[in-house]
């Protein structure tokens, strides 16, 4: 760094933090200002870690999701076990996944914070909100992107929004991790304002929020698609503590039988709607038929066959609903 950039530099750090105590705050803080003191910039210190950030929170979760999928001891608990992705599918998906994050998510992300600095959000400035508030505004985004994803979803459903657009989603009927964010450029900005949608709103209505809390969203956001995704329900598996949350039990079906549980994280608005009635048909046979076979004694292959048996049936009739939406016309 040449003697003006330096001086330059360093007087954008005297500006951006002449009235912070740094013996006041946390490690965590002074590490962020310290992040911001090594830029001459900070809208380009913002982008460079919200970009960083979803990168390496996505591919950083998908990792354990591969080697699990690698491991035949996982098996017991994947819910469709006689479809494990190849190492060839996993590659075609993350090639799409890659580009899609480089052409459409990283303009997205770049031009988030700006936008939402101009309704009132925090970048630089340390220290961050209490735990408490960062809590309560997680918990809105959360409600938030839910309820606009499960209209959002129905919609793409629908026609020639499937046909053109969705359809490149539901191409692996049984999902993984890595093909959370697999999905048609469009789908990928419609969905993803369902993201950030619910932070620009709260700042234009309160312009009160830090973007370290929009992190802490992010990061909560693509746990819950890449784990949705998986295609394994863990007995410590998030939905067996929460009953109201969706987890990849509830998501897995959607792709499996294409139908149903539109929603993202949680159950809810699929029961009150009844757009999870065959997803809990289908949960009601698969319980019953198990009890049977138990009750008859039958050996494990002949209970994964009834399993198997049950899952052809709800995939055949998904297949025949997906001829049915994408014939559909707008008019």
């Known amino acids: 760094m040449s003697n003006v950039t330096a001086s330059a530099a360093h007087a954008a750090g005297e500006f951006l933090y002449a009235n912070v105590d740094f013996t006041q705050l946390s490690w965590l803080e002074r590490m962020w200002a310290q992040w911001y003191l090594s830029f001459n910039d900070p809208a380009i210190a913002t982008g460079l870690m919200s970009f960083a950030l979803h990168e390496i ?174 295609g394994y329900d863990f007995p410590w598996s998030l939905q067996h503590i929460l009953p109201f949350w969706s987890g990849a039990d509830h998501h897995d079906f959607h792709h499996m039988a294409f139908v149903n549980n539109f929603s993202t994280s949680f159950r809810y608005l699929d029961y009150i709607f009844g757009t999870d009635d065959k997803y809990r048909e289908y949960k009601e046979k698969l319980h019953k038929a198990k009890q049977a076979a138990l009750a008859n004694g039958a050996s494990k292959e002949e209970q994964e066959e009834i399993e198997r048996k049950l899952v052809e049936e709800h995939e055949k009739a998904g297949l025949v609903a997906e001829s049915i939406a994408e014939s559909k016309r707008l008019l």
């Open 57 to 230: 929170v996505y591919f950083g979760r998908c990792l354990p999701w591969i080697i699990v999928d690698a491991i035949p001891y996982f098996r017991r608990w994947k819910l469709q076990p006689n479809k494990t992705p190849t190492v060839a599918e996993q590659w075609e998906c993350t090639k799409l996944v890659l580009m899609s994050h480089f052409t459409i998510e990283l303009p997205q992300i770049w031009l988030f914070h700006p936008l939402a600095e101009s309704l009132g959000m925090s970048t630089w400035q340390v220290p961050f909100p209490d735990w408490r508030t960062i809590l309560g505004q997680v918990a809105l985004f959360f409600i938030f992107e839910d309820a606009f994803h499960y209209v959002a979803h129905q919609i793409l459903h629908y026609g020639p929004f499937y046909k053109y657009i969705h359809k490149i989603h539901h191409k692996y009927s049984a999902p993984f991790g890595l093909a959370a964010e697999y999905a048609h450029p469009a789908e990928v900005l419609i969905l993803g304002t369902g993201t950030i949608g619910g932070p620009l709103l709260y700042c234009y209505f309160t312009q009160n929020l830090h973007i370290f809390a929009v992190y802490i969203w992010i990061t909560l956001r693509l746990f819950q698609a890449v784990d949705a995704h998986s």
